[in-house]
């Protein structure tokens, strides 16, 4: 696979340039390159079934880069779980993928107790001897998974989505071909790895020789450590979802002062709102600012757009772009035929980095994935519609939202908050500020129970939601109903109770 042969050479010609800079920790070129080798033996030799997953578990430190390599370079997808998704939703992993080994990078024991899972850790991987050198032979390639990233899905379980090394190569090629990022770069690496924003910096950064530079939870829970760090950073492309740097945006000192060699800001994920995008252009005028558009599906995204002065003036709804050129974009109306330019229907992406589908879940994937004329397809779930070549963005035509740039399905909180003994019936109301989802709501028939005060019965339900959930799909705030208000046609009525929740 090309980009693994692109990332040999770099170590080759320059092992000491910097590939990964995290926490005070960092790690060279030649080092990722040198010491994956020594992962991928190590894994080569506990024989497991041929292409089975191997789950990653940390958030950023550089062994974690180390390892995937490791596993692509032994012939094995990895799965990268970060530090924040809770031990349940973790077993539910490890039983979807079947995987047989998990590489546990986060310094804590993982208290998982089965037997068709063998957890090792770093320091049992470090005490493997290993001198010899992989052959490319059995290195993932081309329609073989290389990772296989889990998103939220509205039965209750999550959805592991099969990214496959062509799919990641032609992502990569897009993005060192039409973003001006190709120059051995310093990157910022903001979301974790188990989300696909991060692949956006990843293998573009590693491709080119760039270097990536981490935000981790720690930096982002306290303002001042994330500005000091974002100062060292010095980095010279951003990529963050939009909520990200909003946040960033709030203190006046994030600004060219602070980042001066600062020249692409790449965003994903949700929508870009036209104020932040002139904001940065004010503070950052050497900066271009990119909306792109996609879904952990198609390889994190598949169009783009620069926003510029022009693009601000036209519209005021930002456009997410063109396609990438080897994608096509079909808008098709219900009966699955393609709309008139300008006229709104359900996006369907079709190209080579369009994942085969969920793994081990051939009833989702029918109506998710299809191949046409040789490519894979993918319903997204999208609205949009198509003006001057550029696609707009309308929304979602399901129960799936970004809450601060996280993707989750309403359907799957509620399922686990429903499986509670306290609760009756539930739904999840997104309420909004300025169209942004601003928190999430549940509204709950409650069971019977002995709580006194219903504070202590909220306490309650959240710390069992924080068993299942991560911490960004558990509702802020909860109210009590004696019964759910019904739409005629007996479904739960999801605008009254949104309509009574905003009185
Ligand atoms: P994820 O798989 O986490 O990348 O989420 C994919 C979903 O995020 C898409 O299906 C869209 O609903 C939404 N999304 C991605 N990019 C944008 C964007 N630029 N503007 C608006 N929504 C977006």
Redesign the pocket.
């Known amino acids: 696979m090309k980009l693994l042969y692109n990332i040999e050479d770099i170590a080759l010609i320059h092992p000491e340039k910097l590939a990964f800079i995290s926490t005070n920790k960092e790690i060279s070129y030649g080092d990722l390159w040198n010491q994956s080798e020594r992962f991928a033996g190590f894994f080569h030799g506990l024989k497991l079934k041929n292409a089975s997953p191997i789950l990653v578990y940390g958030h950023m430190e550089p062994e974690m880069l180390i390892a995937f390599l490791g596993s692509v370079k032994a012939g094995h997808p990895y799965i990268p779980v970060d530090t924040s998704i809770p031990l349940e939703r973790i077993i539910k992993i490890l039983e979807s993928s079947k995987a047989e080994l998990l590489v546990n990078l986060s310094g804590s024991p993982l208290p998982i107790d089965q037997e068709s899972i063998r957890i090792i850790s770093l320091e049992e991987i470090e005490s493997f001897h290993f001198n010899g050198k992989t052959s490319p032979d059995n290195w993932v390639r081309d329609d073989e998974n290389f990772y296989i990233i889990y998103?939220s899905g509205s039965t209750g379980n999550p959805k592991g989505v099969q990214i496959s090394a062509s799919n990641l190569q032609s992502f990569t090629d897009w993005m060192r071909k039409d973003f001006p990022i190709n120059n051995g770069l310093r990157f910022l690496n903001q979301a974790p790895f188990s989300?696909?924003?991060s692949v956006m910096d990843l293998y573009p950064a590693l491709a080119s020789g760039g270097t990536l530079f981490a935000i981790t939870k720690e930096m982002i829970a306290k303002p001042k450590i994330l500005f000091e760090e974002l100062k060292k950073s010095n980095v010279q492309v951003w990529t963050s979802t939009p909520s990200f740097v909003q946040m960033c945006l709030m203190d006046p000192s994030f600004n060219e002062g602070l980042l001066p060699e600062l020249r692409v800001f790449l965003?994903?994920?949700?929508?870009?709102p036209a104020i932040i995008s002139r904001q940065l252009k004010e503070r950052f005028p050497k900066a271009a600012v990119y909306?792109?558009?996609?879904?952990?599906e198609a390889t994190v995204a598949v169009t783009s757009v620069e926003v510029t002065e022009e693009i601000l003036e036209r519209y005021p709804a930002l456009p997410?772009g063109q396609p990438k050129s080897d994608t096509r974009l079909l808008l098709l109306d219900e009966n699955g035929t393609e709309v008139l330019e300008g006229e709104k229907g359900e996006i369907v992406i079709v190209g080579p980095s369009v994942s085969k589908g969920y793994l081990g879940l051939p009833e989702i994937n029918e109506k998710a994935f299809y191949s046409q004329d040789g490519q894979m397809a993918y319903r997204?779930?999208?609205a949009g519609y198509m003006e001057n070549g550029l696609l707009f963005?309308k929304g979602?035509m399901d129960f799936?939202i970004?809450l601060h740039g996280y993707?989750m399905e309403l359907e799957e909180i509620e399922h686990q908050i429903a499986k509670s003994q306290y609760v009756k019936a539930a739904v999840v109301i997104p309420v909004t500020q300025n169209e942004k989802i601003e928190y999430l709501m549940a509204a709950i028939v409650p069971a019977e129970h002995s709580f006194e005060k219903e504070f202590q019965l909220t306490a309650t339900i959240k710390k069992e939601l924080s068993e299942v959930l991560p911490a960004y799909m558990i509702p802020r705030k909860f109210t009590y109903r004696d019964a759910l208000p019904m739409t005629a046609n007996g479904k739960v009525d999801r605008k009254l109770i949104r309509e009574k929740v905003l009185l």
């Open positions: 998103t989300f696909d924003l965003f994903c994920g949700e929508i870009l909306n792109t558009y996609g879904p952990t997410v997204t779930g999208d963005y979602r799936q970004k993707r």
